[in-house]
């Protein structure tokens, strides 16, 4: 594995979509060999309708047309285009002084397992060409299926970012993503241990779908709605039936297993809406804590950094206090990372990687063979 031989500071930009499907984050990061990643400044453009109607179809569909494939990718890469402009002209930048974006794509399928017998796939919606024509920037793209053909689940890709962002600072670490899904990494004290990372289970997709289908908006702004409903004990046990919550890491997930099908068939008919919602929202926080509960802790306290849109859900926030009692949470902004902005980061951090011919992955968190150098490289 060769290694950088690179002195000078460097800026990346990294592009995130995550299973949220809410818009594109735009992260400018500065990456200095020896030091963590400094986040310069940020951009977000939200989804339009239409693409959000496009994406949610393609995650759902058992059958897609090339066309309705391509429209969509189109769309999606004009959308990342368009955050990449709006970052480099609210920093007064040109193209030529960014390294490389990283491009995460859009997420439409992650079967690391195979489906009905067939290999194990891992689908995003991207189109790095287009992408370095329309930034001028070289694009460094297509970060999971390296690590898949290695063995591995090729998510979540994330707690190596965590890693090198929070590895260095002294004592025990937890990083939780609130995303579509949740996923927990675990930064040992002892920095010869390996770092443990997995999804947890859904996180905002059950309860966007679920607030979606009874109002109008995208999500529950602050938990409101669930925090106006009770807990059904009943049901929250049915869902924790899910085999995938009692798999061993490494696991990952996605809207393949969880969606609103799946929880429909755990439902009776009988319950209030808004019941559901807080069910919900106690399935996350019930999982995250099970997921804690699996990692080997050192002490018997710990700090927990909780990042992604999740964060902002103040009942969500609310119900892990009350499932990790023995858990410190905070913002990862008290250590120079607002929590919207750790996964955008992330893909920053692994173009630079690539570029320098570094692994991206963490077996010990995807399972893979070994560490593998991670995505392709698209010249503008």
């Known amino acids: 594995m060769k290694t950088s031989t690179a002195t000078s500071t460097?800026?990346?930009?990294?592009?995130?979509?995550?299973?949220?499907?809410?818009?594109?984050?735009?992260?400018?990061?500065?990456?200095?060999?020896?030091?963590?990643?400094?986040?310069?400044?940020?951009?977000?453009?939200?989804?339009p309708d239409r693409l959000h109607t496009q994406l949610l179809h393609l995650c759902h569909t058992p059958s897609a047309s090339f066309a309705e494939l391509a429209a969509a990718e189109d769309a999606f890469c004009r959308l990342q285009a368009q955050a990449v402009t709006a970052l480099l002209t609210n920093q007064g930048l040109a193209a030529a002084q960014i390294t490389a974006i990283g491009s995460h794509g859009?997420?439409?399928?992650?079967?690391?397992?195979?489906?009905?017998g067939g290999p194990a796939y891992t689908l995003?919606?991207?189109?790095?060409?287009?992408?370095?024509?329309?930034?001028?920037?070289?694009?460094?793209?297509?970060?999971?299926?390296?690590?898949?053909?290695?063995?591995?689940?090729?998510?979540?890709?994330?707690?190596?970012?965590?890693?090198?962002?929070?590895?260095?600072?002294?004592?025990?670490?937890?990083?939780?993503?609130?995303?579509?899904?949740?996923?927990?990494?675990?930064?040992?004290?002892?920095?010869?241990?390996?770092?443990?990372?997995?999804?947890?289970?859904?996180?905002?997709?059950?309860?966007?779908?679920?607030?979606?289908?009874h109002h109008t908006g995208r999500f529950d702004e602050n938990g409101t709605w669930a925090a106006s409903g009770q807990v059904d004990q009943s049901l929250l046990a049915r869902l924790l039936k899910e085999p995938f919550f009692h798999q061993p890491p490494p696991r990952s997930t996605g809207r393949e297993l969880f969606h609103l099908a799946w929880l429909n068939d755990h439902l009776t008919g009988n319950e209030a809406p808004s019941d559901v919602q807080a069910t919900l929202a106690e399935l996350t926080a019930v999982s995250v804590a099970q997921g804690v509960a699996q990692l080997p802790l050192s002490q018997s306290s710990a700090t927990l950094l909780v990042g992604g849109g999740g964060a902002h859900n103040a009942y969500l926030m609310e119900r892990l206090a009350a499932h990790l009692p023995k858990v410190t949470l905070l913002s990862p902004a008290t250590l120079g990372w607002p929590e919207d902005w750790i996964e955008a980061g992330a893909f920053a951090w692994l173009a630079h990687q690539r570029l320098h011919g570094l692994p991206g992955n963490l077996p010990s968190v995807t399972g893979a063979s070994g560490p593998r150098v991670l995505g392709g490289i698209y010249a503008p």
């Open 10 to 47: 460097a800026y990346y930009i990294g592009l995130m979509s995550g299973t949220s499907l809410d818009g594109i984050d735009a992260a400018l990061v500065s990456l200095t060999p020896g030091t963590p990643p400094i986040l310069i400044a940020t951009a977000a453009v939200a989804m």
């Open 106 to 116: 859009q997420t439409i399928e992650h079967a690391p397992q195979g489906h009905q």
């Open 124 to 213: 995003q919606l991207d189109n790095p060409s287009l992408l370095a024509e329309l930034t001028g920037c070289t694009v460094v793209a297509d970060f999971r299926r390296r690590d898949l053909a290695a063995g591995g689940q090729a998510a979540p890709l994330a707690p190596a970012f965590h890693q090198a962002l929070f590895g260095q600072r002294p004592g025990e670490k937890l990083v939780l993503n609130l995303g579509g899904f949740a996923n927990l990494t675990w930064l040992p004290q002892d920095q010869e241990r390996a770092v443990v990372g997995f999804d947890t289970g859904p996180a905002n997709v059950l309860l966007d779908a679920w607030f979606a289908k």
